[in-house]
């Protein structure tokens, strides 16, 4: 296909509740969306950088200007015919991979349009149901955490997570296993940890938990391999794996039994799919992850969880678990499986993703632009946002 033009937008979405972790509390998502044209097709594509870097490097402002300014002129008037064909082309650009991800991603939902074929088909994915999570952030009280997680097990969450950083650690975990001897739980650290609080995850050792996600430095993969050594529970690799070439080279170093795939983290589905692939090759079961997007990353993710090395329940959200007003809903069904488990369900006669509501994305734009035939940065609502066919 051959790109003619790109339009970004960076959105600011408030939070029903501020989201607390270990990096701090947000009132709102910083997200961006891009959509790419070719002929009369277009296809949308989303990351969440938030909007400081403290999840990664990468923050929305940066990112929208990397996209208006380098990425997308560098995808003008190109013939891209792969998700291969795209990543090459901006491989010469380093890092940034949220940025890439919103390309990318945009990429495959253009080709699925163009294929009348949906984007998990397009994939490869195996199955259309995906077992979905429930996740927690720090509350004002263990009582609340009790309720909620109580909660999750009667609508049927397959597992919880909770998040887990000073303030909120050993008592908070043991307090919910106590109550819940048999739930599958694992717990998120956000890179709040070093290698000298071994002796904290190896007393985790003792509470069953699924894995442990991300306990050492974002960018670390050797002191994760050293922890590893020191525990039965397995660690999950969050933060750390961004790029293909890093889950390789944590898998060659032991660092983690698991790995979280974000489409956003890995520069979208073209790495998110070969990540699998090679964890799969290697014995590592993986499964989807997100940072909270619209409909539109949500519909990737739920796109991409569909292949058979997801083994383990994704973080992906029924609309109105964070937003009040979804921006885009998702082309997935929530619901119940046989077997009492929350699942999320790919549509399969959809192709494409959803795409934002014109009205509410003008609500909650930071900033747009439009970039064709050598125009650079005219704002995108200074030509209306193209509603849905
Ligand atoms: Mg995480």
């Not at 790419?36 to 923050?59: I, K, M, N, Q, V």
């Not at 999750?152 to 050993?170: H, M, N, T, Y």
């Not at 979208?268 to 090759?281: E, F, K, M, S």
């Not at 970039?371 to 200074?382: Q, W």
Request: with cysteine; aromatic share 8%; glycine share 10%.
């Amino acid at each position: 296909m051959r790109i003619e033009a790109v339009e970004v937008y960076h959105a600011s979405l408030p939070l029903l509740s501020p989201w607390r972790t270990g990096y701090g509390e947000d009132a709102a998502v910083d997200t961006v969306l891009v959509r790419l044209e070719s002929g009369d097709a277009w296809g949308w594509g989303e990351a969440t950088p938030f909007e400081r870097p403290e999840y990664s490097a990468e923050w929305a402002g940066g990112a929208f200007i990397l996209i208006r300014d380098v990425l997308a002129p560098a995808l003008l008037a190109a013939e891209i015919e792969s998700g291969d064909d795209l990543r090459a082309r901006l491989g010469r650009f380093k890092g940034n991979f949220f940025a890439k991800a919103t390309l990318d991603i945009a990429w495959w939902n253009l080709e699925a349009e163009l294929q009348g074929r949906s984007l998990r088909e397009l994939l490869g994915g195996t199955r259309t149901a995906v077992p979905v999570g429930a996740d927690f952030g720090v509350m004002d009280s263990l009582d609340d955490l009790l309720a909620a997680v109580g909660g999750a097990i009667d609508a049927g969450f397959p597992r919880v997570k909770l998040k887990f950083c000073p303030g909120w650690e050993f008592e908070v975990v043991a307090e919910v296993r106590k109550t819940f001897p048999k739930l599958t739980l694992h717990i998120d650290c956000n890179s709040g940890y070093t290698l000298a609080d071994a002796a904290l995850f190896r007393k985790l050792d003792s509470l069953a938990l699924a894995m442990i996600e991300q306990p050492l430095a974002h960018d670390d993969l050797i002191d994760h391999a050293k922890l590893q050594r020191e525990l039965d529970t397995p660690i999950c690799l969050d933060e750390s794996i961004v790029s293909v070439r890093a889950a390789q080279q944590a898998i060659e170093l032991g660092s983690c039994g698991c790995i979280n795939v974000k489409p956003g983290r890995v520069g979208g589905l073209t790495n998110a799919r070969l990540i699998h692939d090679v964890c799969r090759a290697a014995g590592i079961p993986c499964w989807v992850g997100g940072n909270l997007e619209t409909g539109v990353g949500t519909s990737a993710a739920v796109a991409l969880a569909t292949l058979d090395n997801f083994v383990y329940p994704a973080d992906i959200f029924p609309p109105g678990r964070f937003y009040r007003d979804e921006l885009a809903r998702p082309l997935v069904e929530f619901r119940r499986d046989e077997q009492g488990r929350q699942t999320a369900i790919a549509f399969e006669a959809a192709t494409g993703v959803p795409e934002p509501d014109p009205e509410h994305l003008r609500q909650v734009l930071v900033e747009t632009a439009r970039i064709a035939n050598g125009h650079r940065g005219v704002p995108a609502d200074a030509i209306g946002i193209t509603a849905r066919r």
